[in-house]
């Protein structure tokens, strides 16, 4: 049997079974990872990307909605409300809507400038949110041919604190923790009273109550020049009139959890509980992680102004909002929340165009 010597291969070649060598696997390995880190890095990329996407819609979906009811009563603001604004209780609007000490009207526009804060007890700041209020005439009462028009009030009893209708079943149109204005030739711009009470056929009229000592503390019976009794009392040359208004107040509330995030709030003052029982104010909440509020105020006259005078109040024409809000989670990846700006610009056409009282 005859053996046969192998054949080497001559340097350079080498048969189609050989492998890779060495170099050749490092090199490949290097290109693979090159390119799986890239795909990588695209692929983080739209991570991060949908998960702005998806925290920013989620932050700022509520506060569009807030916005958008805002907007609603900014435009309503000073509907058949007379611009110098009606007469609250003495300090009234000092404690409860941090106006400067000696206001007493409330005007369609109430500006409330850095009132209301936002703590964050893990960096230990604080930041101050604005707030504003809005009036106006509620047009859904005591609606008679198609119009909204005000209570005739006859007479009132300050002993029992009635304003006396001047019809018959006139009461009805009045709910319990009604907020309304009471006008009067002695009074054109009216007082702000809470319905405490009615009574229905009571004699030849029907009666509204407004008692004092009411949840709000606006309603006044003694002698002082604001009150309902110096309104209506002695007996005015003419009927007095009562009509319903709708005041809210927007503001940040912190939600206490330290982190100095709030709630955007519409306070809208007056109502009554689940209970039934007369009420100050409800709180409605329309968005929540917000962490700032500012708003600036342009002036009839032109003028710019985060904190218009009380003397001003009646002359805003415009009024610009900034609400930031934070995001319920943080970006896995960073460590840190998402945060976004909405900014909404409205105008108080009912103020610029309207001829008021």
């Not at 009615?198 to 709000?216: E, G, H, I, L, Q």
């Not at 708003?295 to 006259?301: A, E, T």
């Not at 002359?315 to 809000?325: E, F, K, S």
């Amino acid at each position: 049997m005859q053996i046969q010597s192998l054949e080497r291969f001559p340097a350079g070649q080498r048969s189609s079974e050989s492998g890779f060598t060495t170099i050749e696997m490092f090199v490949a390995m290097m290109l693979f990872a090159i390119v799986l880190g890239s795909v990588y890095g695209l692929l983080e990329v739209g991570r991060t990307a949908r998960f702005n996407a998806m925290e920013s819609n989620e932050a700022a979906q509520d506060v569009r909605v807030g916005l958008n009811t805002m907007a609603k009563d900014v435009l309503n603001a000073g509907v058949n409300y007379p611009y110098a604004g009606s007469l609250l209780r003495t300090s009234w609007l000092t404690s409860n809507l941090s106006v400067a000490a000696g206001a007493t009207n409330l005007t369609p526009v109430i500006p409330g400038n850095q009132v209301n804060t936002l703590t964050n007890t893990q960096t230990s700041t604080v930041t101050r949110t604005d707030q504003i209020t809005l009036t106006s005439t509620d047009n859904t009462f005591h609606v008679t041919g198609g119009l909204s028009t005000p209570l005739n009030i006859s007479s009132m009893s300050t002993s029992r604190s009635w304003l006396t209708c001047s019809s018959a079943n006139d009461a009805d149109f009045c709910n319990l923790g009604d907020v309304i204005a009471v006008f009067s030739p002695n009074n054109g711009n009216g007082v702000v009273a809470l319905v405490t009470g009615k009574a229905t056929n009571v004699a030849a009229n029907d009666t509204v109550v407004v008692a004092a000592s009411d949840p709000m503390g606006v309603n006044d019976l003694s002698l002082t020049p604001s009150n309902m009794v110096n309104t209506l009392t002695p007996p005015v040359t003419g009927a007095g009139a009562a009509q319903r208004i709708s005041m809210v107040t927007y503001l940040v509330v912190d939600d206490g959890s330290g982190q100095g995030i709030g709630t955007l709030m519409r306070r809208v003052w007056g109502g009554v509980n689940s209970s039934g029982a007369v009420q100050r104010y409800l709180d409605q909440p329309l968005a929540f992680d917000v962490t700032a509020m500012t708003i600036q105020y342009y002036l009839q006259n032109g003028s710019i102004s985060a904190n218009p005078a009380v003397t001003d109040f009646h002359n805003i024409r415009q009024l610009t909002i900034n609400i930031t809000v934070r995001s319920p989670r943080r970006d896995p990846k960073t460590g840190m929340y998402f945060t976004e700006t909405l900014t909404s610009t409205f105008n108080t056409r009912n103020l610029g165009f309207e001829t008021n009282g």
